[in-house]
């Protein structure tokens, strides 16, 4: 069974960056499909970007709400995934999630495994 911790959250302003990194163990990481969410108070927990298949050669889907902003990516070889967040807007303010599953939910947040989540603010 895979346990995800995630980190690098914090606050900035409109327009700033951050980097999320999701770390696994307990598993290699390369065996689930792999996503990040993120869930806003008073909102239903939503896909951010995941990636298509288990090794990541069948790409990556994001929402239509972070394209052109957001990169996904990983590294295996550690054991972790990274989310690279660009022109950060107030409405991008969450608390942050990876998930895996050995079953591919795509964007649905319907993945076994979850980490605690991180903490994403950003001020106008």
């Known amino acids: 069974e895979v346990q995800l911790v995630e980190s690098g959250g914090g606050s900035v302003q409109a327009g700033g960056s951050l980097r999320l990194s999701c770390t696994a163990s307990?598993?290699?990481?390369?065996?689930?499909?792999m996503g990040w969410f993120r869930q806003a108070p008073g909102k239903e927990r939503e896909g951010v970007a995941v990636?298509?298949?288990?090794?990541?050669?069948?790409?990556?889907s994001y929402a239509d709400s972070v394209k052109g902003r957001f990169t996904i990516s990983r590294d295996n070889a550690v054991n972790t995934m990274y989310l690279q967040m660009n022109s950060l807007k107030p409405e991008d303010t969450a608390m942050y999630y990876c998930?895996?599953?050995?079953?591919?939910?795509?964007?649905?947040?319907?993945?076994?495994?979850w980490g605690q989540g991180t903490q994403v603010t950003v001020s106008s």
């Open positions: 998930a895996a599953d050995r079953v591919d939910w795509w964007l649905m947040p319907r993945y076994r495994y």
């Open positions: 307990g598993d290699t990481a390369s065996n689930y499909y």
């Open positions: 990636f298509n298949d288990p090794g990541s050669a069948g790409g990556v």
